[in-house]
């Protein structure tokens, strides 16, 4: 099953994110996949802050750092193994500047989600709503949002639930077709 789940900074998505998960997994501890960098210490506490979480959530939790390429996701993976990725925002603004191949970058990262998919792999992917914002008036930024925005799009075309958290609350925009995965989804909602 492939959920995606966007919400604005704050709000409770990534903890929202972290409950379904271990709903999701079975034999073995969830994969987190993270993305931050400790560049400021603004990101160094974000950072801190999610570790803490984790750590009290009771859960053993699987971590590996992804932060501009992919080659650590060059690894198995389990259909008795939930995926978390926070977030597919960071991950794509921690490249942007850099002198890489964006399209290719985009495309090795579709080329993932939809192996997971098709392996049966429970993945949520994790982002930030950040299309409210006023129109920037730095064209790298707009740039950005398009990209994020396109990304969202095919995200949720292929997911199989997507949902938008505000204020902590989780609105569920698209439901799974599956009894079982819309079952499992209703059930998260009262965890929180």
């Not at 290719?104 to 990262?109: H, K, P, Q």
């Not at 930024?141 to 398009?146: D, H, L, Q, S, W």
Request: charged share 25%; net charge negative.
């Amino acid at each position: 099953m492939l959920i995606f789940i966007s919400g604005g900074a704050r709000s409770g998505k990534s903890q929202y994110a972290e409950r379904l998960a271990a709903t999701l997994t079975g034999a073995r501890p969830p994969l987190y996949i993270a993305s931050g960098q400790a560049l400021d210490d603004e990101m160094k506490a974000r950072i801190q802050h999610h570790r803490d979480l984790r750590d009290q959530s009771g859960i053993l939790w699987e971590t590996i750092e992804v932060r501009d390429e992919l080659t650590p996701l060059d690894r198995p993976f389990y259909k008795e193994q939930a995926v978390l990725w926070d977030c597919l925002t960071t991950w794509l603004g921690n490249f942007w500047f850099a002198d890489v191949d964006k399209h290719a970058l985009v495309d090795a990262l579709k080329h993932q989600i939809l192996t997971w998919k098709e392996a049966g792999i429970p993945v949520i992917l994790v982002s930030n709503e950040v299309f409210d914002e006023p129109v920037s008036v730095y064209p790298e930024t707009e740039e950005y949002r398009n990209w994020l925005g396109s990304l969202h799009q095919w995200i949720v075309k292929e997911s199989d639930a997507s949902i938008e958290v505000v204020f902590g609350l989780p609105k569920v925009w698209k439901e799974p077709a599956n009894e079982t995965d819309s079952q499992r989804i209703a059930v998260s909602l009262t965890v929180l």
